[in-house]
């Protein structure tokens, strides 16, 4: 069952099982306030048992990188605004993985990766040496975030 993500009222229904559950809902509802702002887009979610398709979508593009993350996936949400399709997964562990790729454009896709306050960088990450940057969210705390760009076609 789908979700739109209040980011006035926080809720952390479909969260509840993350040991970072404040956090992470704070995080989603970060992104649920920039698009709403940017895009005038309801940032709508749904348990990951019911979108296995969009997991199975981002797990092929973080192949490029060798990537594969141990967390359970909790919710996805995926869209398009303009010309732009953006893919989420959010995790147990309080990660949030985006994919955002433009349509037209092959240099403006990527896929973001935002860690909720409070937990530990993944293993999967430090390995391969990410650099993050952080970024002070009222509804988040401190986000620590990085990327990388998409180079194959999705």
Known sequence: MSYIVDFKNLSSVGLESSPVAEA????????????????????????????????????????ERDLAFAAKP?????????????????YEDGLGINVMYTVDDPKKRAVGFKLSEGMEVPKELEEKKFKFARQKSKLAGTIRGTFFVIKGQY
């Open 24 to 63: 992470l809902t704070g995080l989603r509802a970060n992104e649920a306030r920039y698009f709403m702002n940017k895009y005038k887009h309801e940032f709508t979610v749904v348990p990951a048992s019911e979108s296995q398709e969009d997991i199975a979508y981002v797990n092929r593009i973080l192949k």
């Open 74 to 90: 909790l919710e996805t949400s995926r869209f398009q605004v303009e010309n732009i399709q953006f893919t989420y997964v959010f």
